[in-house]
């Protein structure tokens, strides 16, 4: 089995631990590492064509025939655009933490860091969380792969980062960590923490090898959110928050989309035992207060 993975330590570390449950099982695996102009990138994502960026090249290669199983970070595989045709997730593998991280400089947790602290992140919805609910702090953009953002925290020029947990764990720096977001405030992105595996639609042999790696709670959640991104029609550059989990046995959802600047916010909750409707009645809750006009002012 050929496992396709972007060329990042994160994203290589997370394909190794896909193969070697695969091994688990006496299949016998390669990586294959794709450079893709995502990783590459210095610039803005939205002036590369969005998240789609990072993974549809790797997408095309798996078209193509290049490797059996695509891994992706869920939260990379964008809403608006669907896999192209001929591939499918074939299985979303057990969810780790969704929350958000701080990695401050003096060990501080986002609560203690003085007023004008300088908060490297250049997620819409982490800027957007980190303005409303920590007024006091900085927020500057900062690219690069999370190992490079930690080298250019050391160099100074900022206090703070805020990476996901799952990935510093993924990488083997969770001794970095100097806080845990409280998820109540800074609600996990969609997908967040949540690693899937993908195939060609009619490679039958690959999604029988892949289906015991496949968590049915994490489908369901991830169903939910990404069905609720879908239904909001969120692009790539809108502050949209959401996060899913099972409560005896059914689905509950709470979502949240803000303006840029995080002085508006909307958010809305659902339980049900279907996911894509409880993402559905979600998003039509959060068009109801207004939020379609918040995403489309997000877009400029
Ligand atoms: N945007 C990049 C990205 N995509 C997935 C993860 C982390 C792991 C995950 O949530 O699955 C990260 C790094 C980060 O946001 O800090």
């Excluded at 590459?40 to 290669?61: I, P, V």
């Excluded at 790539?236 to 689905?251: E, F, R």
Aim: with cysteine.
């Amino acid at each position: 089995m050929r496992i396709g993975t972007r060329s990042s330590p994160m994203a290589v570390a997370q394909a190794e631990k896909v193969a070697r449950a695969l091994r688990a099982q006496g299949v016998r695996t390669e990586l294959v590492k794709i450079s893709t102009s995502g990783d590459k990138w210095t610039g803005s994502l939205a002036a590369l064509g969005g998240k789609g960026a990072f993974t549809r090249e790797l997408d095309a290669m798996q078209v193509e025939g290049e490797f059996e199983i695509g891994v992706h970070c869920l939260k990379d595989v964008p809403g608006d655009v669907d896999l192209p045709a001929g591939l499918e997730i074939g299985a979303y593998c057990a969810r780790e933490d969704a929350r958000d991280a701080v990695i401050s400089l003096n060990g501080r947790d986002l609560d203690d860091l003085r007023a004008g602290s300088v908060i490297g992140t250049s997620s819409v919805r982490r800027t957007a969380q980190l303005s409303r609910f920590w007024p006091g702090l900085k927020v500057t953009p900062i690219r690069g792969n999370a190992n490079s953002r930690l080298s250019k925290l050391d160099g100074g020029g900022f206090d703070a980062l805020i990476l996901a947990v799952a990935g510093l764990e993924r990488i083997g720096l969770e001794h970095r960590l100097t806080g845990v977001i409280d998820p109540g405030r800074m609600i996990p992105a969609v997908g967040a923490g949540v690693i899937v595996l993908t195939i060609r639609t009619h490679d039958a042999g690959s999604r029988e090898l892949i289906a015991g790696l496949d968590d049915a709670a994490t489908r369901a959640a991830a169903t939910a959110e990404r069905a609720m991104l879908r239904e909001l029609g969120g692009h790539c550059h809108s502050p949209i928050a959401g996060h899913a989990s099972m409560v005896d046995g059914a689905i509950s959802l709470t979502g949240a989309v803000y303006s840029l600047d995080g002085a508006e916010m909307m958010t809305a909750s659902a339980t049900g035992a279907d996911a894509a409707p409880v993402g559905r009645e979600v998003a039509a809750a959060l068009l109801e207060q207004g939020a379609g006009k918040v995403i489309a002012d997000s877009a400029q």
